[in-house]
């Protein structure tokens, strides 16, 4: 079964700085899709960006991009220029590339922005 | 902009009580997903359906727990009796198709005393 490890259960950040949030995942599958997602407080939880296990280029949104080291089974997100809006609790996912499309969530790592 | 519905959004019940979550899904959206999220945790599949068929249900609690999703548009998820040990937030998600990205409603907090 696939596992999604998420080591930062809480990190900070200064508004208009950079900050990483650190994934790894196990898995013995070559196709398959990762995500993060933000879940702000009280709100419904939303996609910040995916990556292709098959895409070697690392996905990027705005002010969000990862960085995906498939042999190390690594998948980490920048954000960028961070803003108060930021602050939320982010998970990372793993998604097969087969016929099971759900998702494994990782424990999530709350992100506080400070002004 | 289109969005997944549900309701409650909180719900307090005594152990032993029955109790029923409604989720609406993004219209023509064809893959519904239930999940539960623990406090501290990050959501876990109960159920998974492709219109009204349900296509994965290896982690729902059969025992007490039951989903349906009748016209293959809402769903309603049932647990009957609830424990203590169901205090937790239940989201639904939906999709095009499988494959597509998942979009998350707002859940429902769920408190068992």
């Known amino acids: 079964a696939q596992t999604v490890t998420q080591s930062q259960p809480e990190m900070s950040v200064q508004e208009a700085e950079t900050v990483t949030l650190s994934c790894t995942y196990d898995t013995s599958e070559s196709d398959y899709y990762l995500f993060w997602y933000k879940q702000p407080p009280s709100r419904q939880m939303i996609l910040v960006i995916r990556?292709?296990?098959?895409?070697?280029q690392n996905a990027t949104e705005n002010r969000f991009s990862v960085n995906f080291q498939k042999a190390a089974k690594s998948f980490s997100l920048k954000i960028s220029d961070s803003q108060l809006g930021d602050a939320a609790m982010y998970f990372c996912?793993?998604?097969?590339?087969?016929?099971?499309?759900?998702?494994?969530f990782g424990k999530g790592t709350l992100l506080t922005v400070n002004p | 902009e289109a969005e997944v519905a549900q309701s409650p959004r909180y719900k307090i019940t005594e152990k032993s009580q029955a109790v029923a979550f409604w989720c609406d899904p993004i219209s023509g959206h064809a893959t519904l997903y239930w999940y539960r999220q623990i406090l501290g945790q990050g959501p876990e599949l109960l159920v998974q359906?492709?219109?009204?068929?349900?296509?994965?249900d290896s982690q729902l609690p059969k025992d007490r727990f039951s989903a349906e999703r009748l016209k293959g548009v809402d769903s309603t998820l049932k647990i009957q009796p609830a424990e203590l040990g169901d205090s937790a937030m239940y989201l639904c998600a939906s999709s095009w198709a499988p494959q597509e990205t998942q979009y998350f409603g707002p859940g429902t907090r769920l408190l068992v005393l």
């Open positions: 996912a793993y998604r097969s590339g087969g016929s099971n499309y759900k998702l494994t």
């Open positions: 359906f492709q219109d009204e068929s349900v296509v994965d």
């Open positions: 990556q292709e296990a098959y895409k070697q």
